[in-house]
């Protein structure tokens, strides 16, 4: 939609276009997966009419497919409720936790339930979407079912952390001690992304919005073969596998 200030939508572009200047991957795989929001979508999230894939993460408008600039409004929210516990060292409470930015504040604009799925910043009107009563209303957002996250956050993993050695000597040294953290993070799949100004964990470290590489296909849109793969890069040992996201 082109409600927004052309200057809030250049920055925005201007900010996404940094942070994808990356070869072209293969995502024919997204076809088969329920971020194929289109017509042809296996999911029950998808448009009435509109074909494109592509289309309501990234601008169409845009020759080189190589830079898909990011096309799906942002969510407004800033007050999510964060994770929080006595043990983590990244910020001492709930009131504390950074902001939501990076890679994360791209998912939630769809699975906070708060924007369309699809408001789309080029075209002029919201991409028409079917109705299913508890997963998706008739303002086209999420309002329930499997990927609806909401703006509490607090039962998932921490995100929008920085994850720096600092953090890794504070954790490794508590005492009595804690769970510890690897370092460095060296991984061709689960990456730290830029946060805070710095590096760190945002939702992209754990999933690929373009395939799942899951074994039986569990956990969604999984970087690695099986859960535990991914959380062992970061984390020694390994936190229980049902605790946290
Ligand atoms: C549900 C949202 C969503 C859809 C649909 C989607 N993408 Fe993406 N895409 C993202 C996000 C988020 C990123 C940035 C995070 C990342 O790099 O994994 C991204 C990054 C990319 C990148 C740069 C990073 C890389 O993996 O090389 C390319 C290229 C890309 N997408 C191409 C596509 C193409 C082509 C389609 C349609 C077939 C598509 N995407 C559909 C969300 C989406
Ligand atoms: C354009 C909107 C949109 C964006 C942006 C988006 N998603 Fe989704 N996502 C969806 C929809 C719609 C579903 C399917 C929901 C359903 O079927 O209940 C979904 C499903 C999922 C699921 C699977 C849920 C399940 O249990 O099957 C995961 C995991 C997920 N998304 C993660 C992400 C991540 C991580 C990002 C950012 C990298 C992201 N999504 C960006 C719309 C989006
Ligand atoms: C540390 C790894 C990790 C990070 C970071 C992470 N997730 Fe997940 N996510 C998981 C795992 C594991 C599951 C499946 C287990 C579960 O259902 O809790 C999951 C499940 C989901 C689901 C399915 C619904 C659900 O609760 O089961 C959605 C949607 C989702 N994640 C989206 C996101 C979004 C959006 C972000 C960023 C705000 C994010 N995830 C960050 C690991 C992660
Ligand atoms: C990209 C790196 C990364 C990945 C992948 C990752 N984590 Fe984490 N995790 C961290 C960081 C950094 C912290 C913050 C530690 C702190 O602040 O003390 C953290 C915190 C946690 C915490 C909270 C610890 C506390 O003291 O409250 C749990 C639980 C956790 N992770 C579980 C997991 C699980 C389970 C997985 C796999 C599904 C996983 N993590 C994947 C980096 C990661």
């Avoid at 999911?43 to 799906?72: K, Y």
């Avoid at 006595?86 to 890679?103: N, Q, V």
């Avoid at 799925?117 to 009107?125: A, D, K, L, R, T």
């Amino acid at each position: 939609m082109r409600q927004r200030p052309a200057l809030a939508r250049i920055v925005v572009r201007l900010v996404l276009c940094a942070q994808m200047l990356l070869p072209l991957t293969s995502v024919a795989g997204i076809k088969e997966t329920k971020h194929n929001l289109s017509v042809t979508g296996p999911g029950e999230v998808r448009a009435v009419s509109e074909t494109q894939i592509c289309i309501f993460c990234h601008t169409p408008h845009n020759a080189s497919p190589a830079q898909p600039l990011w096309n799906h409004e942002l969510s407004a929210v800033v007050n999510y409720v964060n994770y929080a516990s006595s043990t983590l060292r990244s910020y001492a409470s709930e009131a504390e936790a950074p902001p939501i930015d990076g890679h994360s504040k791209l998912c939630l604009s769809c699975h906070d339930g708060t924007v369309a799925i699809g408001s789309v910043v080029s075209e002029w009107s919201e991409i028409e979407m079917v109705t299913v009563p508890g997963v998706i209303d008739a303002s086209r957002k999420l309002v329930g079912g499997a990927g609806y996250l909401g703006t509490d956050l607090s039962g998932g993993h921490p995100i929008s952390i920085v994850f720096d050695e600092s953090l890794v000597l504070r954790r490794n040294s508590s005492e009595p001690p804690l769970s510890k953290l690897r370092w460095p993070i060296v991984d061709p799949d689960i990456k730290l992304y830029p946060a805070q100004n710095g590096r760190g964990v945002q939702c992209t470290s754990c999933h690929n919005p373009h395939e799942n590489k899951a074994a039986g296909g569990w956990p969604p849109f999984w970087k690695k073969t099986t859960h535990d793969e991914v959380c062992l890069v970061c984390h020694e040992p390994i936190p229980p596998a049902d605790a946290e996201w």
